[in-house]
């Protein structure tokens, strides 16, 4: 195995080395972005590197390949600036959708929010339309997030304002879940 090291940051797995071109892309990217920033009211170096990395998706949980990259509620909060109580409610109003894991954790697909942290368009009347069939979130984000035979997803319709169809298809697909 060989070792790449750029600015004491190293990947030792050759087979990681697309990862490691990204990562890399992503830690100079950053230090551009904060060349003139004074981050050191911000407090410890370690403890800003934690906080931002708590904003990130999870992205190597067990159930990306069902539903993608996951926030859990802490960095969900600090992405969006939310407070957990806030959060909580626009998961029970259906803003947006929250999924509770075997453990019991907490975690928000990020495939319903953009890059600069809006919920889907219209994710309540369409939450509410599949709930009418099933009452199980996994399901939801599974039907949100899985493409159809164009290669998009209904949360990809959504956000591109077919929403009204969306809405349509899950009220369908809500009829033939709740059939016995």
């Given at each position: 195995m060989t070792?790449?090291?750029?600015?004491?940051?190293?990947?030792?797995?050759e087979s990681d080395r697309e990862q490691e071109?990204?990562?890399?892309?992503?830690?100079?990217t950053t230090r551009s972005l904060l060349a003139d920033r004074d981050l050191r009211p911000l407090g410890s170096a370690q403890s800003l590197a934690d906080r931002l990395v708590a904003a990130l998706p999870d992205a190597g949980a067990a159930w990306r390949e069902v539903v993608g990259p996951?926030?859990?509620s802490q960095g969900l909060q600090?992405?969006?600036?939310?407070?957990?109580?806030?959060i909580s409610q626009h998961a029970q109003s259906r803003r947006f959708l929250r999924l509770i894991t075997a453990d019991g954790v907490s975690v928000f697909p990020s495939f319903q929010f953009d890059d600069?942290?809006?919920y889907l368009p219209h994710a309540k009347d369409v939450l509410d339309a599949l709930a009418q069939g099933i009452d199980d979130p996994w399901t939801w984000a599974t039907w949100l997030n899985t493409p159809?035979?164009?290669?998009q997803t209904y949360a990809d319709r959504m956000r591109a304002g077919q929403?009204?169809?969306v809405c349509e298809h899950a009220r369908d697909d809500a009829a033939a879940w709740s059939q016995p």
């Open positions: 070792a790449a090291t750029i600015q004491g940051f190293s990947i030792a797995d071109a990204f990562t890399i892309r992503v830690l100079e996951v926030y859990t600090k992405w969006l600036g939310i407070t957990r109580q806030a600069e942290g809006q159809d035979n164009e290669g929403w009204q169809l």
